[in-house]
């Protein structure tokens, strides 16, 4: 069975930055992206940032330029966030998109504020 753990979140001040992770455990091949979404209660869950399994990433305008994906192994990935805004509190996600299936993680808070 397939688990996907977010971890990293937390509180941080304004124009300060955070990095998530999220670990894979279980059988998981032919992953195809990894990536974060993000969602605010009563909204939406949003695209935040993907990477590709040959590592072509993409960002939302709204964070493009301040965060950055990456894959620090097979079944890992990463979202380091810099520059930090209040707009940016919410709860974030990793997915992971097979050929056949889509993963989602639990969830990890992150909270932007003086």
């Known amino acids: 069975q397939v688990q996907l753990v977010e971890s990293g979140g937390g509180l941080v001040q304004p124009g300060g930055s955070l990095r998530l992770s999220c670990a894979a455990s279980?059988?998981?091949?032919?992953?195809?992206?990894m990536g974060w979404f993000r969602q605010a209660p009563g909204k939406q869950r949003e695209f935040v940032a993907q990477i590709s399994s040959v590592g072509v990433s993409n960002y939302a305008d709204p964070v493009r330029g301040r965060f950055t994906i990456s894959k620090d192994s097979a079944k890992n990935t990463v979202l380091q966030m810099n520059s930090l805004k209040p707009e940016d509190t919410t709860v974030y996600y990793c997915?992971?998109?097979?050929?056949?299936?889509?993963?989602w993680g639990k969830g990890t808070q992150v909270t932007v504020s003086s």
């Open positions: 997915k992971y998109q097979t050929y056949a299936d889509k993963f």
């Open positions: 279980g059988t998981i091949r032919n992953i195809r992206a």
